[in-house]
């Protein structure tokens, strides 16, 4: 009998999504419809932040700028006190190494630096992830898997697409990257590790 009392008809169900929906078309919801996002502009998934209207304030230049000056200062801080090592630690200003000594931090940045327009440090920058070398490793090291595939990986390969030039360099390194990665399928099962020992 419990179980009977538990069951509801089938159209109740029907007719409180009904209620949603109409509720989400012409309610409180209204002014989150999808039409209000950036995707309705022209196809563009990136919306234009000079003097749009979002949420009946103004997107002004100023905070971009704000943003950017932000990032310069991280990244003079990076370049000062942890060049070409993984990251800088914020507090002691010193730097260290967690994922194998492979600039991690440089190479995550590269798509940032040209979105921000910082072509000098740009340039620097990608010459700088060209002489990494992922192929040997003079010392042992576990390799992250996830934290390789989003950050070097995926930054190599996010820099290469953003870049109107098409830098194979990058696309040869991220082919290096990955082939290096690949060894993470390469178990008994077949199912990938979370991490591997390189280069043994």
């Known amino acids: 009998m419990a179980l009977l009392r538990m069951r509801r008809p089938p159209h109740a169900a029907i007719l409180l999504f009904l209620i949603c929906i109409v509720l989400y078309a012409y309610g409180p919801f209204q002014e989150r419809k999808l039409s209000s996002f950036p995707l309705s502009h022209n196809g563009r998934i990136q919306d ?24 310069q200062h991280s990244w003079k801080g990076y370049k000062s006190r942890a060049w070409m090592f993984d990251e800088l630690r914020p507090v002691s200003g010193g730097n260290y190494t967690k994922l194998c000594g492979w600039a991690a931090t440089l190479v995550d940045s590269l798509d940032t630096l040209h979105i921000m327009g910082l072509e000098d440090e740009w340039k620097e920058a990608v010459d700088a992830v060209l002489t990494l070398d992922f192929a040997t490793l003079s010392w042992s090291c576990n390799v992250n898997v996830f934290e390789m595939t989003i950050r070097h990986l995926g930054g190599m390969i996010a820099a290469y697409d953003i870049d109107g030039s098409r830098d194979k360099r990058l696309l040869d390194k991220s082919v290096e990257v990955g082939e290096m990665l690949f060894n993470a399928f390469n178990t ?3 199912l990938q590790c979370s991490f591997f020992e390189w280069p043994k």
């Not at 000079?50 to 990032?71: I, N």
């Open 48 to 71: 234009s932040f000079y003097g749009t209207q979002r949420g009946g304030q103004r997107v002004e230049k100023e905070r971009m700028q704000a943003v950017k000056e932000e990032f």
């Open 188 to 190: 008994t099962n077949g």
